[in-house]
């Protein structure tokens, strides 16, 4: 499995001081997509609906709206 590409813009062009350490988005060679976020696992698996729910290998990560909004256009819609 390989990062084929970047899913959005990069962090320099979402306002990130450094240029390299902000959410971000990929796909991947296999068709699923990556994700760089904030881990929050412990302060949402509480908030998770009642259908939903996580295995112990994964983890909640919030990534910014902004992130995900001008990754939009470059997503797949199959």
Do not use: H, Q, W
């Not at 990069?10 to 068709?31: H, Q, V």
């Not at 290998?57 to 919030?62: K, L, S």
């Amino acid at each position: 499995m390989k990062i084929v590409r970047r899913i959005g813009v990069p962090p320099s062009a979402r306002g990130s001081n450094s240029g390299s350490t902000c959410p971000d988005l990929f796909e991947l060679s296999d068709g699923n997509f990556a994700v760089i976020g904030t881990e929050a696992t412990e302060a949402l698996e509480r908030e998770l609906p009642a259908d939903a729910a996580r295995a112990d290998y994964e983890r909640i990560v919030v990534v910014s709206r902004e992130t995900l909004i001008r990754a939009k256009a470059d997503i797949p819609d199959a």
